[in-house]
């Protein structure tokens, strides 16, 4: 079994900053992607960031900019830098991963989420 924790969420003003991490513990080969996704009260879930591997990082269009996802392999760890937060960024972050577990297949697992608040 494979379990995602995060940590780092909190309140914060708007403008402001936080980083959050994720670090991936079970028994694994590899980790192909890592994310983060979020989902406000009363919408779906939405992507925010993801990376690979090879450290190909995707973002979506409204934290272009703002956010930045980095990892450390060694770790099984990604981070979310969210710099100049807004309140529409409030929302329930949740870690994603693709993890490479035996005997050989592959199997998304989600973190139990951590709660941003951009609040004055």
């Known amino acids: 079994q494979v379990q995602l924790v995060e940590s780092g969420g909190g309140l914060v003003q708007p403008g402001g900053s936080l980083r959050l991490s994720c670090t991936a513990s079970?028994?694994?080969?590899?980790?192909?992607?890592m994310g983060w996704y979020r989902q406000a009260p009363g919408k779906q879930r939405e992507l925010v960031a993801t990376?690979?591997?090879?450290?190909?990082?995707n973002y979506a269009d409204s934290v272009k900019g703002r956010f930045t996802i980095s990892k450390d392999n060694a770790k099984n760890t990604v981070y979310l830098q969210m710099n100049s937060l807004k309140p529409e960024d409030t929302a329930v972050y949740y870690c994603?991963?693709?993890?490479?577990?035996?005997?050989?297949?592959?199997?998304?697992?989600w973190g139990q989420g951590t709660q941003v608040t951009v609040s004055s």
């Open positions: 994603n991963a693709d993890v490479l577990i035996p005997p050989l297949s592959t199997r998304n697992y």
């Open positions: 079970g028994i694994f080969f590899s980790i192909t992607t």
């Open positions: 990376t690979t591997k090879d450290g190909i990082t």
